[in-house]
């Protein structure tokens, strides 16, 4: 058809004479002009009329009713028809005039008749005589010079290879029909007879019926046709697999029982080899007797299962996994606190205080009965870098424990700490099974990873499941969804790492001993690097200590200025890249192979490029300026401050510097405190009603915030108001009160560190913190002189010696 989206239906041939005959109203089937199609005759109006047919020509003439809309859509084109309306049932104004055949009455009193169509119609106009309805009608020909084209023709061609296909595939289809067909004749009587004989819908016949061009009749059922094949190829593909599975299921049963016919006449054990490597197996191993006896209920299952079933397999994995868990499996611990203090002192340098407390917890093991071991919970908190990994490996390693390590960043799903359960395709036991598996033992050191990256949405919450196995009142009986057998995780060293303890939800955190790691000092990086750095990216490097010598100011230079972080996996990565540039030197024939090269800080500018970072310097700005102390993920900064005042103003206090809303709230405390305290310092209160006040921290695109800064925001406006400079060299920290007050604050240990870098000889603190400058390494102590005050007025005299209040 020429346009395939909508086609026109009208019937033609409507010069030809009027004719009647008696209507008969029905829906389906379609009757087709020549073809034999039985009738169901239900109804007393329906009787009546066939009385009146069988009494004159046996004549019927059968308009069919009009599909609605839904069933209309269902066509592979859209459709225009011409209808009309009787008994409110819309009819198509092309029907078919038949012949009645045969009547066939049947004992429960219905009628069956079969009529042979004889043409195509077009309805006129429908009149009643005598109460039964007739119609009067046109006839619509065929049209001789169409049958006679050349394109109708080789569509007629088209149309029977088709069919004659799909009659091949189709055992229904009797020879006779296919004889019929090739004889039909015309393509007209061709496209009918095809027609009638295939099971197509409702409205695809009744449009094929209807359609008055031969052409488009038979390109519409070409589509037709070649619809039905391809769903028979489909079919017949489907049922191709099907039988090769059952085939191939049967052929394995029928060898199954050969081969245990042959084994039974060989004397040999004919039982399945799995169920019999499986008993070996539970011979060989000690399990716990709730273990064995859900084994056994497991076995008993798993021999009266087909192999060929899909739950032979859940089934047998099921008991390899319980086989496989290290139940009572121990690795006997070595618990000398001497011993281990060794090892841990020769994995890593300085973290006094982590390893005071590890060896603490192994005491309490060492004195323990052995049947009473259980195994404490730690988490180790601190930057990325510093130690956390390799600590546990050190603590496995001096326990003469297996260690087993699970990263647990950016997990979502439950199911990865409990497992999945057994009716779940591809299930499996959740990461703590799994990795116990792994260790091989039941008393492994478990490392949990990342443990504050955990993650939850619509699968669950990991950091939930993970209360029980954390819990030592709760993880002796620790259940899996897999196994659903409990499992004692109470002798498992658990150590969690994790570079925040603020994502890390509370009721988790109360269940670990938490143990920080804090930053290394540039003295102790220095140490770390010659130890364990240098020598280890030697060897990567390909190159010998005979080769390249590493000054210590050389390492200073890549601290200092080449790396800015609170670890040491940087300076690693860094020391590698000098060493592998002095590598291809070397290689190039720009270095002798057998002379010595010393690594200074010229040769490390030279190879890495200019300096990265600059060191932070302590000034001396004058009346304005104080120097306070700041803690930073990557160690402690100085933070310098700066104020001034401008006139014309109104009192209004300016704040900039990307600072936070805590810090803020600190300079408005600090200024409010000022302010009612400007009597003492000889400040007229009308200059603060004549000046606007301007605060700024340097390094506007770093966002600060916390409270640490009170006490320096304080003398600076000090400071500028009274036109006094602070004494050099001095730097403080501490949160202020309204009431003067100075309280504590954190992050003392990394503050004074840069404190001294930065050329810091006198540091103010709070006392409250005194405690805390015992964590500071002795050599850092020895270079400053600490002043601790509690009250706002004792800092005033350390800051400004001859103010007297």
Known sequence: MADSSVISVNGIGVSQPEATAVFFPMRDPVVF?????????????????????????????????????????????????????????????VGVLARVVKELKFPDGSVRIVVRGVKRISFSKL???????????????????ENENEEVIARQKSV????????????????????????????????????????????????????????????????????????????????????????QQQREFYLREQLRTIQEELGEDSRNPDIIELEKR??????????????????????????????????????????????????????????????????????????????????????????????????????????????????????????????????????????????????????????????????????????????????????????????????????????????????????????????????LRDRMEIIRLPGYTSFEKREIARRYLVPRQLKASGLTAKQVRFHLSGVDELIDYYTREAGVRDLERTVGQVLRKIARRIVEGKIEAGAPVSVTPKLVQELLGPRKFLLDEAENAGPGYATGMAWTSCGGVILPIEVIAIPGGKGALKLTGSLGKVMQESAETAFSLIRAHAAEWKIEPAYFNEHDFHIH??????????????????????????????IPRLSMTGEITLRGRVTAVGG???????????????????????????????????KLEFHFVSEFHEALKIAFPKHKK
């Not at 069933?71 to 225009?80: F, I």
């Not at 195994?375 to 956390?388: E, T, Y």
């Open 697 to 726: 921290v340097p390094d506007g695109a770093t966002p600060k915030d916390g409270p640490s800064a009170g006490i320096t925001l304080t003398l600076a406006l000090i400071s500028l108001l009274t036109g006094r400079s602070l």
């Open 748 to 782: 003392i240990r990394e503050k004074v560190i840069a404190a001294l870098r930065a050329g810091i000889r006198q540091v103010i603190l709070p006392e409250e913190n005194r405690k805390d400058t015992l964590e500071i390494p002795e050599e850092v102590r020895k």
């Open 282 to 507: 539970i011979s060989e191993t000690e399990l716990p007797d709730k273990v064995s006896e859900v084994i056994a209920k497991e076995m008993a299952r798993l021999e009266v299962i087909p192999q060929a079933a899909p739950e032979y397999h859940i089934s047998y994995t099921y008991i390899t996994w319980l086989l496989d868990v290290p139940w009572l499996k121990f690795t006997e611990d070595r618990l000398d606190c001497l011993e281990a203090a060794k090892v841990l002192d020769a994995d890593h340098y300085g973290l006094e205080d982590v390893k005071e407390r590890i060896l603490e917890f192994l005491a309490v093991l060492q004195l323990r009965k052995n049947d009473d071991r259980k195994a404490p919970i730690l988490c180790l908190v601190g930057p990325p870098g510093v130690g956390k990994t390799s600590l546990g490996q050190s603590i496995a390693r001096a326990m003469n424990r297996n260690f087993v390590r699970v990263s647990l960043g950016g997990v979502r799903d439950e199911a990865e700490i409990r497992g999945h359960r057994r009716t779940y395709v591809g299930a499996m036991p959740g990461r703590i099974v799994q990795n116990l598996k792994k260790a091989g033992t039941a008393n492994p050191v478990f490392m949990l990873d990342e443990i504050d990256k955990l993650a939850n949405d619509f699968r669950g919450d990991p950091a939930s499941a993970l209360l029980e196995v954390l819990d030592p009142a709760q993880n002796y009986a620790f259940n899996d969804h897999y196994l659903e057998v409990d499992c004692d995780l109470s002798k498992v060293f658990f150590i969690a790492t994790a570079n925040l303890l603020d994502t890390i939800p509370g009721p």
């Open 33 to 93: 002009p020549f073809g034999l199609t039985p009738l169901l005759v239900d109804g007393e109006d329906k009787l009546a009329i066939l009385r009146r047919a069988m009494a004159s020509d046996r004549l019927l003439a059968i308009f069919p009713e009009m599909p609605d809309d839904e069933e209309l859509g269902t066509l592979p084109v859209k459709v225009s028809l011409k209808i009309f309306t009787y008994a409110e049932k819309r009819r198509s104004m």
């Open 127 to 145: 009149e009643l005589t005598d109460g039964v309805p007739v119609a009067r009608f046109r006839g619509i020909p065929e049209n001789r010079e």
């Open 160 to 247: 029977l290879m088709l069919f004659q296909e799909l009659a091949g595939m189709m055992p229904g289809l009797p020879d006779e029909l296919q004889v019929a067909v090739l004889n039909a004749g015309s393509p007209a009587r061709m496209a009918d007879m095809i027609a009638d004989s295939m099971s197509f819908s409702y409205p695809e016949k009744l449009l094929l019926l209807v359609l008055s061009e031969v052409r488009a009749r038979q390109e519409f059922l070409a589509i037709l046709l070649n619809r039905e094949l391809e769903v028979m190829k489909l079919s017949m593909k489907i049922q191709s697999e099907v039988s090769q599975a059952m085939s």
